[in-house]
């Protein structure tokens, strides 16, 4: 099946820095979303990006499908901002999501 | 502000008992998954069903998991009997997939955090 890797595996920042994330899969993907795990442990949709670019606030997604990587980016990162980021990715005809192992974010003051 | 529900939001339970987890998708959403996430295991797909038809429950253990929907706005899994290797949270997703609105995107619950003793 799809490998779904995800790097950094842990990340610590002070409260305003800058951070990429990366997803990089072993396949070509049909769907790719990008997920905060907070530290209550809700799943919350951040980006549906197959391919492009997209924005919301201080986050934004570019996925290269044709190189088979996505990168998440959090700008002027905040507290609330902590918990675990998961990339998901969709194949096939299969409805099947396939997540990555995720990257621990933790923003300090 | 439509979202996925789920209940109990917690569920303590002793070896051998059933336990049975409810979710109510979004409404509209015509794809229903349900996912179990274990600090070993990360997030794993256990079953999801098209238009209230299983498609796919491969990632499920047949002998004590069951999941069904009994009608559209109700997702159901059932373990009987529990063992404490099942204790992690699950969550239901839904989707509205295929046709002309179609994203895919899944929208997750909050998750049902099982514990068995």
């Known amino acids: 099946g799809i490998q779904v890797e995800q790097s950094p595996p842990d990340l610590i920042l002070q409260e305003g820095a800058n951070s990429t994330l990366r997803c990089n899969f072993s396949?070509?993907?049909?769907?790719l979303q990008w997920f905060h795990q907070n530290p209550w442990g809700q799943l919350i949709n951040l980006f549906y990006?197959?391919?492009g670019t997209k924005q919301n606030g201080r986050l934004s997604a570019t996925t290269v499908a044709t190189e088979r990587y996505s990168l998440l980016y959090i700008s002027s990162s905040q507290t609330t901002d902590s918990g675990v980021y998961f990339c998901?990715?969709?194949?096939?005809?299969?409805?099947?999501?396939?997540f990555g192992t995720g990257t621990r974010l933790q923003v300090t003051l | 502000d439509a979202r996925v529900t789920q209940t109990p939001r917690d569920k303590v339970t002793e070896m051998g008992q059933e336990v049975t987890m409810r979710c109510q998708p979004i409404?509209?959403?015509?794809?229903v998954f349900w996912y179990r996430q274990t600090m070993m295991q990360g997030l794993e797909l256990l079953a999801y069903?098209?238009?209230?038809?299983?498609?796919?429950d491969s990632g499920m253990p047949k002998d004590r998991f069951s999941a069904e929907m009994p009608d559209a706005t109700l997702a159901t899994l059932k373990i009987q009997p529990s063992e404490p290797r099942d204790s992690a949270v699950y969550f239901c997703?839904?989707?509205?997939?295929?046709?002309?609105?179609?994203?895919?995107?899944?929208?997750f619950g909050p998750g049902t955090r099982l514990t068995v003793l």
């Open positions: 998901a990715v969709l194949t096939g005809t299969a409805s099947k999501l396939t």
């Open positions: 396949d070509s993907v049909n769907n």
């Open positions: 990006i197959p391919s």
């Open positions: 409404l509209g959403h015509n794809t």
């Open positions: 069903f098209r238009n209230r038809a299983p498609l796919d």
């Open positions: 997703a839904s989707a509205q997939s295929g046709g002309g609105y179609s994203t895919d995107t899944q929208y």
